[in-house]
Every structure is written in structure tokens, then in C-alpha cells.
């Protein structure tokens, strides 16, 4: 059974880095049948997907035009997890941030992790 | 706004049969599956529906998808009070290269 465990700072200063690490147990970060993405959750922008990163015979990217200039979406296959980095934040990027696998559909979903951008 | 519109709320009372709409595109639910989420407070959302009109084993029948052209609802039938909660449509957007979702529809079992 699949499991995503994911950890990070739960605050972050306006116009400093959000970073968050999602580890995975049950399946392989290269998993060639798996994509690994990251999707966020506010009152004002309801369920968001930030982008995605998955390997099929090399590594593939893939992010949301809204958040295309600040976002990198990084696998670490040493130890079998990927990570979020979102640059420059503002009080909007404040969401709940989940970790979710995907094969066909979105199948795997981490436990979320609130992130406040506030000074 | 989200892409996949969706009614802000419904309601029903216990034993009735309650549905939700999901409207999207030609580039999402017109050309790919549809997926319904119900997420509890406090929780990441759970997969209730996918392609379409599929259970994943531990869902009640009472739950069913349908979709037709760029559209698809989700019916509850036997309307019980842990039914309350919110419930979100996703899809695949072709032209966005993303998952899309719907704003979220709060049951409410009155």
C-alpha cells in the first residue's frame, strides 16, 4: 500500500521560498507507470495542481501556468521522495499542501501540510 | 474561479436521492474521465468515483457517476447523515496540461 509522508515549515516569510518534502513508501519515485504531483487547497482558490514530475526512461516536468516562474518540482531517488519549492511567496500562496500520486488518476494522497505566508 | 463548475451547495433529507453537477470543456471532461472526490474536514480528499462511473471497492453502491459530453454529475442515493461533507469533480485538462477541479459542492443532509 502506498503511502506519502509529507514534511516542511508550516510558516513562511513573504518573498522567501516555500519548501516541502514528500516521502514515499510502497512504490519507487521512478516508478515508470507514476507521476508525483503537488496540489494545493485555499478557501479563495479551492483545489489548485501545481505541477507534477514523473520518469519514463528520464525525467519529466510539468507545472501550472499560474505558478510556472517560481516552481520547481525536484525527485530525489537516494531517498525515494520528491520536493516542492515555490520562490517568492505572498500571503496568496497561504493553502493547505498535499503530495499525491498518480497513475491513471489521482490515487495517493499525503496528509496535507498548512502553510501560512505571513511575516 | 476554478475550471469545473460546480453548485457551491446541496441538500437532501435522509433516504433521498441527491445529485451534483460538474460543467466543463471540450479539453477536459469532454475529451477525458471524470473523478469525484469527497473530502471530510481536516482531510486530503478520497476517491469516490473514477472513469466515469467506477467504484473503487470499499464505496457504496449508493454512490454513481455519470458524464455526458462536457458534463457529469454525481448522484447519492439513501441520503444518510454521514454524507454531509464537501465533494469535489477532476479531470484532466488536455489544453492546460493539468488536473483541473471543480469549486467543491457542500452536502448538506438535512
Known amino acids: 500500500q502506498v503511502q506519502l509522508q509529507q514534511s516542511g515549515p508550516g510558516l513562511v516569510k513573504p518573498s522567501q521560498t516555500l519548501s516541502l518534502t514528500c516521502a514515499i513508501s510502497?512504490?519507487?519515485?521512478?516508478?515508470?507507470?507514476?507521476?508525483w504531483n503537488w496540489i494545493r487547497q485555499s478557501p479563495s482558490r479551492g483545489l489548485e495542481w501545481l505541477g507534477r514530475?514523473?520518469?519514463?526512461?528520464?525525467?519529466?516536468?510539468g507545472y501550472a501556468v499560474s505558478v510556472k516562474s517560481r516552481i520547481t518540482i525536484n525527485p530525489d531517488t537516494s531517498k525515494n521522495q520528491f520536493s516542492l519549492q515555490l520562490n517568492s511567496v505572498t500571503p496568496e500562496d497561504t493553502a493547505v499542501y498535499y503530495c499525491?500520486?498518480?497513475?491513471?488518476?489521482?490515487?495517493?494522497w499525503g496528509q496535507g501540510t498548512l502553510v501560512t505566508v505571513s511575516s | 474561479q476554478s475550471v469545473l463548475t460546480q453548485p457551491p451547495s446541496a441538500s437532501g433529507t435522509p433516504g433521498q436521492r441527491v445529485t451534483i453537477s460538474c460543467s466543463g470543456s471540450?479539453?477536459?471532461?469532454?475529451?477525458?474521465?471524470v473523478y469525484w472526490y469527497q473530502q471530510l474536514p481536516g482531510t486530503a480528499p478520497k476517491l469516490l468515483i473514477y472513469?466515469?462511473?467506477q467504484r473503487p471497492s470499499g464505496v457504496p453502491d449508493r454512490f454513481s457517476g455519470s458524464k455526458s459530453g462536457t458534463s457529469a454529475s454525481l448522484a447519492i442515493s439513501g441520503l444518510r447523515s454521514e454524507d454531509e461533507t464537501d465533494y469535489y469533480c477532476?479531470?484532466?485538462?488536455?489544453?492546460?496540461?493539468?488536473?483541473?477541479f471543480g469549486g467543491g459542492t457542500k452536502l448538506t443532509v438535512l
Open positions: 510502497g512504490d519507487s519515485v521512478s516508478s515508470k507507470s507514476a507521476a
Open positions: 471540450s479539453s477536459n471532461i469532454g475529451n477525458d474521465y
Open positions: 499525491v500520486r498518480s497513475e491513471q488518476w489521482l490515487n495517493n
Open positions: 514530475t514523473y520518469y519514463r526512461s528520464k525525467w519529466y516536468t
Open positions: 472513469r466515469n462511473n
Open positions: 477532476a479531470a484532466w485538462d488536455d489544453s492546460l496540461s493539468g488536473w483541473v
